[in-house]
């Protein structure tokens, strides 16, 4: 089959590879759509400790076309999406529930070939079968947005919050749409892009800037969302939250990324800093929220392009140009 595969640092193209087989408790699936993201890049950059070479994406949903011996929950034919989560049910964390933090966290298209392909494998647990009147492609769209509800399950977001979000790419998108769900009093969103607040806006929130200072409201927000990974964002939005405020570091940084904290704000202020880690028991929520039409996929996918435009369609997200942007295998 054609895949697309990271080969080396900085390296990737699209070749031919061997047709996946399921083991026991997995099932082959022809890959509808796959959606490129910031951990592609990072994978690229050799961060996430990527197993290299690998087939990239995470983001993907198709038709089942092989089961193995040991599957009987889902049968070919079934239309999934794929949580591309892997954990290993041993270690401290995974007992206590929190497997997003598992000792040995992998991930299908970090750690093991992924959806950038015209097959992919997954293990049967890892597929959630979707209602007909989801479209395949658009479905690849359920996975980013399990890791923005997973965002919302840290900041067990209140009514009537005051939001504040850097960043309106895809995840950032996301985020404004789920605060509108958890009913936020105003989200406003800041980007240094101009064209990218046009969907911002679109999707009604408050107001948009290209920085905070603009929107006027000195007393802070009383969530603050990071969803650029941009130092000088992250660094801009610790300063911005209220008193009794959560900062929720949301976007994927550098590894060697630092700001600074004000320790004595942080305590006379009570101001919460915390994270979000991908998904954790929040992919079938997303598969409702998403089927229940929560995103409209017209507006969320910017372009589709074949599989053979991997390479091209990797530095156009760099870019920063579009939204998301998907691989049709
Ligand atoms: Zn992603
Ligand atoms: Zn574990």
Redesign the pocket.
């Known amino acids: 089959m054609k895949a697309a595969v990271i080969s080396g640092v900085g390296q990737v193209e699209v070749t031919t590879v061997d047709d996946p087989r399921p083991g026991p408790r997995e099932v082959v699936v022809d890959v509808a759509a796959c959606g490129l993201c910031g951990t592609d890049l990072h994978i690229l950059q050799g961060e996430f400790a990527p197993t290299l070479p690998v087939v990239p994406g995470h983001e993907f949903a198709g038709v089942v076309v092989d089961v193995g011996s040991a599957v009987t929950e889902v049968v070919v034919g079934d239309r999934v999406a794929v949580d591309p989560s892997l ?9 206590a529930g929190r ?1 997003n ?5 992998a991930a299908i298209g970090v750690s093991t070939a992924g959806g950038a392909a015209e097959y992919a494998v997954a293990p049967v647990s890892n597929c959630v079968r979707l209602p007909e009147h989801v479209r395949l492609e658009d479905a690849a769209l359920i996975e980013p947005l399990s890791c923005a509800v997973r965002g919302y399950d840290v900041l067990r977001a209140q009514m009537a919050s005051r939001v504040l979000i850097y960043g309106s790419g895809t995840m950032g998108l996301m985020m404004l749409q789920l605060g509108k769900l958890t009913g936020a009093a105003s989200i406003e969103v800041v980007d240094v892009n101009p064209e990218r607040l046009v969907t911002a806006t679109q999707l009604g929130c408050t107001a948009v800037a290209s920085g905070a200072d603009e929107l006027d409201r000195p007393e802070g927000w009383d969530v603050v969302i990071d969803a650029t990974g941009n130092e000088k964002a992250i660094q801009d939005g610790l300063g911005r939250v209220a008193r009794g405020g959560t900062f929720l570091q949301f976007g994927v940084s550098d590894y060697a990324a630092r700001v600074t904290i004000e320790p004595y704000r942080i305590y006379n202020q009570e101001i919460t800093i915390t994270g979000s880690m991908a998904v954790l028991h929040s992919f079938e929520r997303a598969a409702d929220l998403f089927a229940n039409g929560v995103l409209d996929p017209e507006v969320f996918i910017s372009d589709r392009l074949p599989l053979e435009d991997y390479a091209s369609a990797l530095d156009a997200f760099r870019s920063g140009k579009g939204r998301k942007i998907q691989v049709l295998p």
């Open positions: 954990y290993c049910f041993e270690c401290r964390y995974c007992r497997n933090l598992c000792l040995r966290w």
